[in-house]
C-alpha cells in the first residue's frame, strides 16, 4: 500500500466523535444503558449498512450485466458504512473510557501485540500442521501466516495481551448499582 491513512485526521475525527457525543450528552445517565446503545449502534452501521453496501456492490459487478453505476453507488455506501462504523465504535471505546476503563493503555497493547503475530523465523512444519501458509514479507523482514481464508494467524509462540489492569474491578456491578 503506498498511501497511509492520516493518523492526525483519525484522532481530530475521534475528537469529533467525542464532542458530538458530549454535546448529545451521551455520557450522561446509565452506563451499561449507554454501552447497550452503542452496540446496538455499531450492529446497525456495520450489519445493515456497510456488510449490505458490499456485497450489492460486488453483485453489481459479478452479474451477467455489469452496472457500474449501482457499483459505484454501493461503493460510496461502503465507505459511508465503514466510516459510521468507525464513528460509533470510537463512541463505545470512549463510553468505556467514560465508564472508568483505559482505553488509551488498550489501544497501545492491542495495537501492539498485534504486531507480535510477525515472526521473524517459522516452524514450517508446525504451519503445515496448523494449515497456515507463512508469507515472506521483505519490507518489514518477518513472515506473515495466513490460512486458506487468508486470514493472519497467530504464530506458534504468540501470546495474548493482558488488560485485566485496564478494566475497574466489578466493572458491571458498579454500572448497574453505581
Request: with cysteine; net charge negative.
Amino acid at each position: 500500500m503506498t498511501k497511509e491513512v492520516d493518523s492526525n485526521i483519525v484522532a481530530a475525527a475521534f475528537d469529533n466523535v467525542f464532542k458530538f457525543n458530549d454535546i448529545s450528552k451521551q455520557f450522561e445517565g446509565d452506563v451499561l444503558s449507554g454501552i447497550n446503545l452503542q452496540l446496538d449502534l455499531i450492529f446497525e452501521e456495520f450489519c445493515t449498512e456497510t456488510i449490505p453496501a458490499f456485497e450489492e456492490g460486488c453483485n453489481a459487478v459479478d452479474s451477467h450485466f455489469v452496472d457500474l453505476g449501482e457499483a459505484n453507488k454501493q461503493a460510496e455506501k461502503l465507505l459511508d458504512g465503514a466510516v459510521d462504523t468507525f464513528v460509533v465504535v470510537s463512541g463505545l471505546l470512549q463510553k468505556l473510557h467514560a465508564a472508568g476503563m483505559d482505553v488509551n493503555a488498550a489501544l497501545l497493547r492491542v495495537t501492539e501485540n498485534n504486531l507480535s503475530k510477525f515472526p521473524k523465523k517459522v516452524e514450517y512444519n508446525w504451519c503445515e500442521k496448523q494449515g497456515y501458509t507463512p508469507v515472506f514479507n521483505e519490507k518489514y523482514a518477518c513472515f506473515v501466516l495466513k490460512n486458506a481464508n487468508g486470514k493472519t494467524c497467530k504464530p506458534v509462540d504468540y501470546k495474548s495481551v493482558e488488560l485485566t489492569d485496564l478494566v475497574p474491578t466489578n466493572f458491571f456491578k458498579e454500572a448497574q448499582y453505581g
